[in-house]
Each structure stands twice: as C-alpha cells, then as structure tokens.
C-alpha cells in the first residue's frame, strides 16, 4: 500500500514501514524503513537537525542547519554540500559534475512499471502498487524514481530513470538503482562471496566508518561477490534480529555499498559498476537502470529466507514454470564428460527410466569437433560420429524409453578452432592492437552485435524445434575482457549492452517456447542472480557437488533464492572437486533440498545402489512439492558439528539433520520442528536409508563367526547386493513440543551395530517426515 499526504510517502507492507518526504528545498528525506508501525508522527519519526556543526558547507546560508552531508536522503546530488559516496557521477550539460535533483512532481500506478529494455519484477501477487517521483536538476536533466511495493512479499523494489532534456549531451559515469540513509543502530555487513565451486560464503563485517563495497567487474554477476548483500543488527540470527536485504535484477556487473559517515548515517547502494563504465545521452535520450530489490524482516535470517523465496517464487520466475514443480533430471556430465556415443547415451537413459529418472540431459561434446574444451564451440553441426542421425534420432530415441530429452548449449562462446571462428573470427571480443585474451581455450562472442545475436537465435532456435528439446541448459564458462566492439563509438557502453544483447536473445528464444525449462549455467553460480532467473527459473549452482561443500552453499544462497531455484546433484564419491567421501545418502539429503538431479556414471552402480537410488527418487517425487516450494528454514544445532534444515508446506515438515565431523562418544541430539500448529499431533519418522558394507571396513569380521578380507571377493561382492537397515525413529509429539525439541536416538559410541543405534559418522545425515496424526 502507498499512502501519500503533504509530500509525506508512506510505503507499507504485510510487516513492514517505508517512509519519507520531500522537504522544504525538494530533497527526498528518508523517515524510517523498518518493522511495520502505526501512524506516527512525522516530526517524531525525523532525525533531528537542532544543533550547527562545525565544517559543513550549508545548501542556503539562511538556514544553517539544513546541511545535506548531514541528513538522512533517498537520493543525494554532488556539489552542494553532501560529502558521501554519491549514487551519481554524471558530467552535466554544463560540463560541470554537480547535480541537484529537485521534486516536481509525483503519481502512483497499481501494478509495475516495468523498464523498456531490462528484466524486472511482475506482479505475480496481484497486490502491487507503484510510486513514481518526478525530479529536475537546473541543466534541464530529469530524474525519475520507481518505488514498486509488494506487500504479500513483505519487499519494495527501487530503479531509476535519467532523461536529457537540455540541448547539449551529458555522460554518464555512474548511476546506481537505489540509494538509501538509514541511522547506525549498530549494523553488521554481509556478503556473499567465493570462487568457482565455493560460491556464496558468507562473510560479515562489522560497519565501521568509511565504505565497503561488493562489486563484480568480471563482466557477470559473478561467483565471486553474488550482487545480493545483507545489512543485520548486530545480535541476528537465524530466527530473531532485524535482516535488511538488498538485491538488483541484473546479470552484469554490479556495484553494492554500504558507507558510514562521520554524523553516523549509514548509506546504502546498490547498482551497475561504475568500472570502465561510461554513457552518453543526447537531447531527448534516457538511460534506465536496472530494479533494485529491497526488503526488511524482524525475524532474523528465516524471516529474510520467506521475504526473498515469496518474491522470487512469484514475482520474478514467471510463465508456465512459475510454481511448476521440476523434474528429476539426469545430466551425462561428470559421468562421462566428452566420451559417449549414440549407444553409450540410450544405455544410461534407460538405467536413468529404471531407476525413476524424468529428464535425460546430454551436455558437452555433442556437436562439431567438440572432443575436449579447445574446439567446436560457436558450431552448431551435430558430431555425426558420436550421435549417428544427429540430436533429433536420439532425442526421439530417449522420448522412446519413456524420459524427456535434454541439452547443453554455450552459445555466448567460441573456439578459434572452430567454422565460426575460421568464417568470423570479427565476431569475437578482441581489441584492434592487442592480442585476444583467453580462458578455458576460448573467447567471447560479442553480443553487442545484431548479427551474433541473429546467429545465435537462428541456430539454437532451430536445433530445439527440429529435436522438440523440453529443457536447455545454456552454460558461459568464462569472465569477459578486452571489453571492445568496433560497433560502439564509446567503449564504456560495452559491459551494460553486452548483458543488455544477451537478455535480447534470451527473449527472442524461449518467450516463443516457454514450455523448454531454461536452465542457467555459468560453471556453476558464475551468473546466479535475479536477472537471469527472469528468463531462468532455475541455476546450476555449483560446479562442486561434494554434499557438504553444497550445504554451505546452498545455505548462504537460501537467504536470498528459493530451493525451487537451485539445481542440486547427486554425484559418485570420492568427489570430484574435493576427494571426499561421503555416504550415498547425505548425497541425497542434501540435493533433495533444491531441484533434483543425477549426474554419474550409471553402468558402474551396483543393485545395492540402484535400488537406494530409486527409493529416494520415489521419496522425492512424493514430497517435491514441499522441497521445491515450501517455506524453508536453517537452523543451528546446540552442538556445533550439527545442523538442521526444514521445508513446510500443508502441515507436513521435513526435517534435513545434518552432522559434520563426528565426536568420539557423543552425547544427545535435539530435534526441532518449528511452524507447526501447537494444539495438533503430529507423528514424526525417519525416511528409512541402507548402511553399505564398505563402509565397516574391517570392523564387519567382528560380526561374522568367520574372518574374511574386508577387500576379498566375497565382501566385495556382498556389498553390491546386500546392506544394512539404517536406524528409523518413529514419534508422536504435538506441534508445541515440536517447537521445543524432541530427543533422538544415540549416535554409535564405538560399541556395535543395531537398528536402534544412529551410524552417521562423519558427515551423516537423517531424513525426517512430520505429517499430523491419523
């Protein structure tokens, strides 16, 4: 709701209050964003201005007390006397760098405003309204602000619209999508942050003065900083404390900030990277920026985790996939890499059918002289010598057996070995002087280029049509560099309209198909953002499924994206990014938390595993809509090797019970169960999972009358047909004793096996299931 009276705006949702004005000289002051209030009074809510400070430069010497650097602001100007990090740079008409944006006017709209040229929210609630504020500078510039609240979402999302009206050009050197003053109540950063296959640590900073910035300049949103970002009191957890979060809709280069000043206001921004980035606008000529997304919770990080999961869930991922649940896929990847053939692939998609598999997905290698990563790529002639009667006899082929056919494109990319390379080699991103930079054997083609864009649609457009392809998973393996296309006259537009071309071919796609499920890849969580997940619903995460790198990842990244968005893999172990170990079931309970899928060798797994296999498909199948889109929270253990997931959805709950490294004699587990209806009795269970053979090692000789080699013929053998029952607990409790906690089972203490007994061992995991009685 938007609530407008004596240039006083009042922006509320379901829990919280957004408020500011216009003053005396048309800045835009802000009041208050935080837990949802009453009326108030607005000079009560208003930071005081009573006192002159030493060193500041007044805006008019008649009032010495209205100092800009000194007031809380939804937007701040260069040159009159506000001293923070400004959210603009702009060289005006005049030549100079000072702006002042002043009020002129405003309107408010039901529904979104969506920009003309950029992804961004819809109103997928049907409860959105939007405020539209004019502003003017004295050269003749407009500025326009957006405020699109969605209330059910509990969140408010920001952009920003630069017009020139004067006869003579302005650039543009920075431009963010929102800006925002807020008092210090004593507030803590955090940051998403990693590398490849260790994408989204979080890491925390407590604000102190000056800035700290999160920003990508490797051309994507990146794995290094997500462009999402968490402002927290200090004493937030998981369940208590006030989480702000700040998101924008964009898949390039970005640019977050949180600033304290020296009068302890607290600045926050976020936008495009202003690196190497730079736009000129003529007479009548606009620039628009990309939708920040903001929003607050006073219950702590699962309160956040139900903000972002709603808002995504049903304002961002939209068409037929939006609240669509997912199939279980089965991806040829790390099982085969670029060795297979038309034989080798019907082989495992019918092992894939057997086992519950819905979606057979073909990845690299499939088209030109794609053997390795050094060749074939920006060709899209099918490899005739691997796949005899090319993409649609063996799509058609799978369909057969019974599973819909999937495919792996990267059609952002070339090889200088390849026909496109030898027939364009003008197509790929290079600079005229210099020698083209690299990485993983390839360059970049530059969609900044009407005809690589048409290239692209046309081909990939007719390989999914010829082949009836359902799901696509289109990959981009490498950062940009050497930012030039001979197409601009100013370079500094190359980073925005190359993410701006990319989002035009993504349109020209898949908005005439929108049955394909599109799935975003940019080796692993390189270009996991709101952006993408307008064209995306889900992302390939990470490149790494080693079950407990994923469970810190896909943790962090839960704060800000729903499971619904996060593809998750079952691989074979040792794994390859780390070498871990780990059981075949904590594989499982972890993955089954996001968008399913396997991706191993299949020919090589024994019944033993064939059969765990299909057990937790059928269990995942049945509950997957709670999985993909139910409410989801993390919660730490009271030990602190231990923690625990839970998805919610119809009153039924499970429960992920995670441990890391064990601890010799080991003590009491606490099960919680939260959101429950307190008076209702519920009945909770462990989902039953198999203890292979090979995991006892030479331990099983002491349950054996006879002794055998533990890595002998006999015990090999055993262990591909026959397991052990792992313990299963069976509880009744009502909703409010959930709440509190029920005590499980004793972990092994080095005594000996029993179906009483939990076995987690390093790294184990439980499965749970809460259904109300009867």
Not at 374 to 385: F, I, M, P, Q, R
Not at 532 to 559: A, G, K, Y
């Amino acid at each position: 709701m938007i609530h407008c009276e004596n240039k006083v705006f009042n922006l509320e949702t379901d829990n919280s209050s957004y408020r500011f004005r216009v003053t005396e000289y048309g800045h835009l002051e802000t009041l208050y964003y935080g837990t949802k209030l009453a009326d108030e009074d607005v000079e009560t809510l208003a930071l005081k201005r009573t006192a002159q400070r030493g060193s500041s430069v007044c805006y008019d010497e008649k009032n010495p007390l209205y100092v800009l650097d000194n007031i809380p602001l939804q937007w701040s100007g260069n040159g009159r006397g506000d001293y923070r990090y400004c959210p603009a740079e702009i060289r005006m008409p005049d030549t100079s760098f000072t702006h002042d944006f002043i009020y002129t006017s405003h309107k408010t709209e039901k529904g979104c405003m969506p920009p003309s040229s950029l992804p961004s929210a819809v109103d997928g609630n049907k409860d959105a309204e939007t405020l539209v504020i004019n502003l003017k500078d004295a050269t003749d510039v407009e500025l326009i602000l957006f405020y699109t609240v969605f209330p059910s979402c509990d969140v408010i999302t920001r952009r920003a619209l630069l017009i020139n009206r004067s006869e003579k050009p302005l650039e543009i050197r920075r431009i963010m999508s929102m800006m925002i003053d807020l008092p210090d109540r004593g507030f803590t950063m955090h940051t998403f942050d990693g590398s490849w296959a260790k994408e989204a640590h979080i890491h925390s900073k407590e604000i102190a003065y000056g800035m700290w910035v999160n920003e990508s300049t490797t051309g994507t949103s990146s794995n290094r900083h997500n462009p999402g970002f968490l402002m927290t009191s200090r004493n937030a957890d998981e369940d208590s404390g006030e989480v702000y979060a700040f998101n924008l809709v964009y898949s390039g280069n970005h640019f977050g900030f949180i600033q304290k000043s020296h009068t302890d206001l607290i600045r926050i921004g976020i936008g495009i990277s202003p690196h190497c980035f730079s736009w000129d606008l003529k007479q009548a000529e606009r620039f628009e920026t990309p939708e920040a997304v903001l929003s607050f919770s006073a219950a702590g990080f699962n309160g956040m985790r139900k903000n972002m999961h709603r808002f995504v869930n049903n304002c961002i991922v939209r068409g037929e996939w939006k609240e669509k649940e997912r199939p279980v896929l089965f991806n040829n990847w790390e099982g085969n890499f670029f060795k297979f053939n038309r034989r080798s692939l019907l082989k495992a998609a019918q092992k894939a059918k057997k086992i519950g598999i819905e979606l057979f997905v073909l990845d690299d290698g499939w088209f030109g002289e794609r053997n390795s990563d050094t060749a074939g790529l920006g060709d899209y002639s099918v490899n005739t010598k691997k796949l005899p009667g090319g993409i649609k006899r063996l799509a058609d082929s799978v369909r057969k057996i019974g599973l819909d056919f999937g495919l792996w494109f990267e059609p952002e990319m070339v090889n200088e070995d390849s026909d496109l390379f030898r027939t364009h080699p003008e197509w790929a991103v290079k600079e005229p002087s210099r020698q083209p930079v690299r990485g993983r054997h390839q360059l970049v083609l530059n969609l900044c280029l009407p005809e690589v864009q048409n290239y692209i649609v046309k081909n990939v457009c007719r390989i999914l049509d010829e082949a009836d392809i359902s799901y696509v998973k289109w990959d981009m393996n490498r950062y940009l560099g050497a930012a030039f296309s001979p197409s601009l006259e100013n370079q500094g537009e190359f980073f925005h309209r190359y993410v701006s071309g990319l989002y035009e071919i993504l349109h020209r796609i898949f908005d005439e198909r929108p049955h394909i499920l599109l799935e975003s890849c940019s080796s692993g969580g390189n270009r996991f953002d709101l952006g993408m997940l307008c064209f995306s619903p889900q992302i390939w995460t990470s490149d790494n499924t080693d079950p407990v790198e994923r469970q810190r990842i896909q943790s962090s990244l839960s704060i800000l994206y729903p499971l619904s968005t996060m593809g998750a893999h079952v691989s074979a172990a040792p794994h390859q990014q780390t070498l871990r170990e780990t059981s075949l079931s904590t594989r499982f309970n972890t993955a089954c938390f996001g968008v399913l899928g396997y991706e191993l060798d299949l020919q090589f797994l024994t019944y033993a595993e064939q059969k765990e296999i299909q057990e937790q498909i059928a269990f995942y199948k049945k509950y997957r809509k709670v999985f993909q889109f139910g409410d989801f929270s993390h919660t730490n253990g009271f030990k602190d090797n231990q923690f625990f997931w839970q998805c919610t959805r119809d009153n039924i709950a499970l429960t992920g019970f995670f441990q890391g490294t064990a601890k010799t004699a080991d003590t009491h587990t606490v099960l919680k169960v939260r959101g429950l209806k307190s008076d209702t009795v519920y009945t909770i269970k462990t989902k039953p999972q198999r203890l292979f053979l090979k995991r006892f090692g030479g331990l099983v000789k002491h349950i054996l009358p006879i002794s055998l080699d533990p890595d002998g013929f006999i015990l090999r053998t055993a262990n591909r047909f026959y397991t052990l029952n792992d313990c299963v607990e069976t509880y009744k409790a009502s909703g409010k004793l959930l709440e509190q906690g029920i005590f499980l089972n004793n972990q092994f203490t080095g005594s000996y096996y029993n179906t009483k007994t939990q076995l987690l061992g390093d790294f184990g995991s439980y499965l749970f299931i809460t259904k109300e009685a009867g």
